[in-house]
């Protein structure tokens, strides 16, 4: 099944590197995105986001040729959905998935779709989010038929294959990983599979497309479930006075146990935001994944809460100062260690809170951006980690990035710290 030109929908942490993947397997890539400056961008041969290899292999393949950005959808053989899924309020719920993108990716390519044409989701989506778009596309082309109503001979095949890839790896796992390919009937899961085949070397594995949904929204809850207990136990840990980190050292070296580290909650635009969607769909049965969402959702202010309380210690160990003088660095913003990536950052939230709240000087230290996100944070400094430690009278460690860990210990001299990943108190 030839495959001649692909068209990647977004290109963000998923989608350019996805495009760039493929385009140095030779094939002829038109990546689409409605930011122009990233299309500007792309198209120069640079890249907008932080992710280690990406660069050269998006040189590369704007340079032979074989990849350029706009941001009107063309004709293609094959188009690869990957455009945010967030919440959105509804009822008085405010974690409803919004398929809005996902609607509007649709009918930007519905127009431009032509028989034989392949159409597969790649954006991680509540189940039944692919049946949704596909929906959306016959309404939009009813001169084509589609897997909803022609089962195995439609003029358009589409399937939904959710990326599992983890940032700061993506480009090496984007090949090496497996895939689970959910297709609207057999036909639809062969032509996928066949796609990803051009660059995948990881095993492609097909089910129904609401199993591949439900499988990705399976893995990422089974995370934040684990994520949870941690963090439930760094509570505890704290509230009775025990190490968390060396109990947690010493619970682990039981051969079946295997605990994970605690931190300030969960970011990310998948473990942070999948499982709801599973609650979305069945809230009496999603007991324990509500549980360790609302755990995980919790844990920033827990961490704010300690700030507070160190905020309180020093003013009383110093009578003659105010919280005006007091001066609160926080190390790290994204969601993870070793990027630039702050969506549903709890590092972020937490930052934004004590600056939006704390009257004195607060400092930023985030080594993979060049200047701080407007809004919440426009009255903090972003500084390195030695001008920080040097003027700051509270310390609050948030993402455990590799230049925070090779901060000799005796260099991080503050009497009130706050280190909610066990890097220097652990």
């Known amino acids: 099944m030839p495959f001649n030109t692909i068209s990647v929908i977004g ?49 590369a393949a704007v340079k032979e040729g074989y990849l350029r950005a706009t941001t009107t959808p063309e004709p293609a053989d094959a188009f690869l959905i990957a455009v945010p899924t967030p919440f959105k309020a509804e009822n008085g719920n405010d974690h409803v998935p919004d398929l809005a993108y996902i609607k509007a990716a649709s009918q930007a390519v519905a127009p431009v779709l032509k028989q034989g044409d392949l159409v597969i989701l790649e954006s991680t989506s509540p189940v039944g989010a692919t049946e949704q778009m596909a929906a959306w596309l016959a309404e939009a082309r009813p001169d084509l038929t589609f897997p909803q109503t022609h089962r195995e001979d439609s003029d358009i095949r589409i399937a939904h294959c959710p990326e599992r890839v983890l940032p700061g790896h993506v480009v090496r796992e984007l090949v090496e990983n497996d895939r689970v390919i959910g297709g609207m009937t057999a036909k639809c899961s062969a032509a996928a599979t066949a796609l990803y085949q051009i660059f995948v070397e990881g095993e492609c594995i097909t089910t129904t497309a609401r199993t591949a949904e439900m499988a990705k929204l399976t893995e990422n809850s089974f995370r934040d479930v684990n994520i949870a207990f941690a963090n439930e136990l760094s509570i505890i840990c704290d ?188």
């Not at 919790?298 to 700030?307: A, E, F, L, R, T």
């Open 11 to 59: 290109l963000g942490y998923i989608g350019l590197p996805t495009a760039a993947v493929i385009a140095s397997r030779r094939k002829q890539v038109i990546g689409v995105d409605i930011n122009q400056r990233a299309v500007e961008t792309i198209n120069r041969g640079d890249i907008h986001i932080v992710e280690p290899e990406l660069d050269i292999v998006v040189h």
């Open 239 to 426: 509230k009775i006075d025990i190490s968390v980190w060396e109990l947690i050292r010493l619970a682990n070296r039981h051969p079946r146990v295997n605990i994970l580290q605690p931190g300030p909650g969960v970011g990310g635009h998948c473990i942070a935001v999948d499982p709801w969607f599973i609650v979305s769909e069945t809230p009496e049965e999603a007991r324990l994944i509500r549980t360790a969402r609302e755990v995980n959702d919790g844990k920033p202010q827990w961490v704010i809460d300690k700030v507070n309380e160190a905020v309180g210690k020093y003013l009383s160990a110093n009578p003659d100062k105010t919280a005006r003088d007091v001066t609160i660095a926080c190390f790290g913003l994204a969601f993870k260690p070793d990027i630039d990536d702050l969506r549903e950052s709890p590092a972020l939230k937490i930052a934004e809170t004590i600056v939006a709240k704390h009257p004195g000087r607060s400092l930023v230290v985030e080594p993979n951006i060049e200047s701080l996100p407007g809004g919440a944070l426009a009255d903090a400094r972003l500084v390195d980690e030695m001008a920080a430690l040097e003027a700051a009278d509270v310390v609050v460690l948030l993402v455990d990035h590799k230049p925070f860990k090779q901060i000799p210990l005796d260099q991080v001299t503050a009497d009130y710290l706050v280190d909610s990943r066990g890097v220097w108190v652990a």
